[in-house]
């Protein structure tokens, strides 16, 4: 009972003194919708770095990938390598650069604003918001189920799932409404900063508490021994690529970091943080990873439907200290799914609400209207987190997969001036469309001259169906693009960056 | 001209910084190197890797590559 209420006690005061810096920083700003989404455009290199960063404090990352690690063994952490540490980097140059140079000719401040004024199109511009809200809804509803699955765990099962999940929607919209987009900037840099410390304080108390690697790894060797070893039935070669390539694409394509190309100052800030990245990547995910495979050499029991980091820390660290860094994921995951809600409610009320709805609302009711709109969007998020409609993994890469649909019709565009308006919206209906067929409709298996072959199967021989959709998409990019004439109201121009 | 070829080996460097990123070549293998697997500590040498063939780029090629001339 004492632990219970020193584990509440931890986790609550964490969060709200994270919500009372939040509100601090909300004081030295003003309410402008510009500054609300955007903070003045103003964003620093170690600011900017972090509220990258912050993107990957996610559920994901903290509960999600050990509880993977502790299941299948730690080579996730290669296809975050691949996935976060080189390919998304290479795309931070090749799509985020250049939207930023796009974005200092044109004043842009959302992906669908800059699309629908290059293709003269307000129809894109909603098309491109309704997408991307769509797949940030499973996203938002992963930090829930995250949350909900942390206490159930730090508690051993005391705290229900429902109880977490609903704690960390209230925190994420009292967060958002009060504080905006400066207090998530201020706040994601304290807390990325915070949770690699402790992190690191983690896996070195595990280690000493244990008695060393060695005997973790001979635990490991009697209890899984394919762990060490890479490569695995279920980390296929077929896996890695598809899942790296698929969620790389996709991150590109997520709101929150969408925005953040248009938002630094200099170019010397996309820059460092361009080079800074894979050694965040590595400092992050090595140590977590890690925690999750050790827990299966250590012979761990995880309560059903629990996640893993949390009973490691309560057998090896104390009550505290396991408390303070789930408390410090939480807090960290009310960060980034705040910068989400608040890029989120930016799409919602530029792209959609003010062209097809009332175009001249007033600044003050525009910021009330995107605090409504957050708090509705995470409120209904958090009931469809309560059927918990897969792993943690399986939901993010759903999610994932989504966003990437959009990247491969977007890099087009922004690099070949002969895509047509029909040839975009045939890319981006596409994809979607081959996409979420097989999201929703259930696999069925037809013979075909002797061979039983599955529809609308995830994966097909073990390729996310993902990958062969942004395939597709890009292929009707191109040839529609060919077959069609540009409309009057394009301008072709608008992406070209190199005549300065 | 010599910007072309370096061009290409720029896009050479990032193809092989990305196919490597996976030790192919460790496949199936559970050598354990100072309480690591061997793998691992190839990912730790090539995100390190990573990092300084991005830090040479960005001196070197990054606006170039967007053919402007920015600061």
Redesign the interface.
Known sequence: MAELAIQLGVVLAYLLVALIIGVIAYRVTTNAAEDYYLADRSIGTIVLLFTTFATLLSAFTFFGGPNIAYAQG?EW??VM??MD???F??LW?LIG??QW?IGQKHGYVTLGEMLGDRFGSETLRGLVALISLFWLFPYVMLQQMGAGEALTGLSNGVIPYWAGAALITLFMILYVVIAGMRGVAWTDTIQGLFMLSVTWIAVVWVLVAVG???VI?SGLSSSNP?F????SDFYT?AY?ISTAVVIAFGVTMFPQINQRFFVAK???VL??S??????L??LLF?PTF?LGTWAAGLDITVPEGANVLPVLLNEYTPVWFAALVIAGAMAAMMSSSDSMLLSGSSYFMRDLYKPFVTPDVSESREATLARIGVAVFATLAFFASLTRPGTLIEVGNTAFGGFAQLTLPVMIALYWGGVTRDGMFAGLVGGQLLYLSHVFVPTVTVDVAGMTLPLFARAYAGWDVALPAMVVGAVLVVTVSYATAPAPTEEHDRFV??A? | MADRIVDVLWVVA?AL??VF????F?????T?VA???A??WW??G???V??AL??Q??KRA??R???????
């Open positions: 730690p952490i290669l390598g691949v540490g080189v390919l980097a290479i140059y650069y250049k140079l060393g690697i060695g790894n394919e060490l070893a890479l490569g070669p890695i200099s170019d010397r820059k460092r361009f080079t800074l990245w894979p050694v990547v590595l090595v890690l960056v190199s300065d | 990032f910084l990305t990123s996976v030790p192919w460790l496949w199936g293998d559970g354990v309480g690591l697997p793998w691992l990912h730790i090539w995100m390190v990573a990092t991005f830090w780029f960005t990054w606006d590559g967007m053919g402007v001339t920015n600061g």
